[in-house]
């Protein structure tokens, strides 16, 4: 069973940083896609970076260049590091895992069968 598994939000004030991780169970020696998700209250699940099976990397419009997705397959996790954070960036934060591809811009919560019980950021102006 495929486990994922948040830590790291927080409460933080504007252009501050903060760095989340994601403990899976993923198996990394086949084709796979992970991704960090995030939801406000009352709006859409919005896709925010993937990376895949070789590391390579995509991101939403909105983050790009203040976060950077990674990830450590020897310690099983992933990584957001976020820097510059704004007010907007305020939301619960997920991991989602896919055996299979990534499939691009946009990112699409339907693309993937695996989320984490998420990690609650907070950022204040």
């Known amino acids: 069973q495929v486990q994922l598994v948040e830590s790291g939000g927080g409460s933080v004030q504007s252009r501050g940083s903060l760095r989340l991780s994601c403990a899976h169970s993923?198996?990394?020696?086949?084709?796979?896609?992970m991704a960090w998700f995030r939801q406000a209250p009352g709006k859409e699940r919005e896709g925010v970076a993937t990376i895949d099976t070789d590391g390579s990397t995509s991101y939403a419009d909105s983050v790009k260049g203040r976060f950077t997705i990674s990830q450590d397959n020897a310690k099983n996790t992933l990584y957001l590091q976020m820097n510059s954070l704004k007010p907007e960036d305020t939301a619960m934060y997920y991991c989602?895992?896919?055996?299979?591809?990534?499939?691009?811009?946009?990112?699409?919560?339907?693309?993937?069968?695996?989320w984490g019980q998420g990690t609650q950021v907070t950022v204040s102006s």
């Open positions: 989602a895992a896919a055996y299979d591809y990534c499939s691009g811009s946009p990112i699409m919560p339907r693309d993937f069968g695996y």
């Open positions: 993923i198996y990394t020696y086949g084709r796979y896609c």
